[in-house]
């Protein structure tokens, strides 16, 4: 722990970056909320259609006298279909954009993107920022993300959707206000003494 502390503090990072990272971010969470609200996850399907879909179906008891043939399409989709659903492919993209981003920020496309096409266009950033609040807002979009696709495979109706949509908010807010909930998490933890320690501001 001392030799944490005696080591100098890693530069920050030009906070406009994670903001201008949010705001593609948001931009794909958006599509994959439209592709959502018109697709597998949160569509109907008629008795007609559910017979003739019927395969495997995790959710359903086995008795036949319980089965219902109108509900959600998501239930008597197979796992392949449930797959194969644009909003799900959309949302798994992002999940390892978000994975990328928690363990090679610098390397991850939107940060590379924003260096070499965007900050060379702007003015030096008056302040730096602690990369470890945005990389930790990355993790839990992550963990948003993964629940979302899980309950997918599982067939739970308007999971992945209601997943997208959260994760679009926090990023529409950090994009466009500045404010990151992710890294409001971690400060508040880090405070509580769960995670990590203040960093010291640079001279």
Do not use: K
């Amino acid at each position: 722990m001392s030799e944490r502390a005696d080591a100098p503090a890693p530069r920050g990072i030009d906070p406009r970056g994670p903001r201008f990272v949010a705001g593609v971010t948001a931009l794909l969470l958006l599509i994959d909320v439209f592709l959502g609200l018109t697709g597998l996850s949160t569509a109907h399907v008629s008795a007609g259609d559910a017979e003739a879909a019927f395969g495997w179906f995790a959710y359903q008891p086995l008795a036949d006298e319980s089965f219902v043939p109108l509900g959600w399409a998501i239930t008597y989709a197979s796992v392949a279909a449930r797959v194969l659903d644009p909003a799900f492919l959309l949302l798994l993209t992002i999940a390892l954009l978000f994975l990328w981003g928690v363990l090679s920020p610098r390397t991850a496309p939107w940060a590379v993107l924003y260096r070499s096409a965007v900050a060379p266009r702007l003015s030096p950033p008056s302040e730096l920022e602690d990369p470890r609040p945005p990389r930790f807002a990355q993790g839990v979009g992550l963990i948003v993300a993964t629940m979302g696709l899980l309950l997918q495979l599982f067939g739970v109706p308007w999971a992945l959707t209601i997943a997208a949509m959260m994760a679009f908010i926090a990023a529409f807010l950090n994009a466009v206000f500045g404010l990151c909930l992710g890294c409001q998490l971690y400060l508040l933890l880090q405070r509580l003494g769960l995670i990590g320690r203040a960093r010291p501001a640079a001279a």
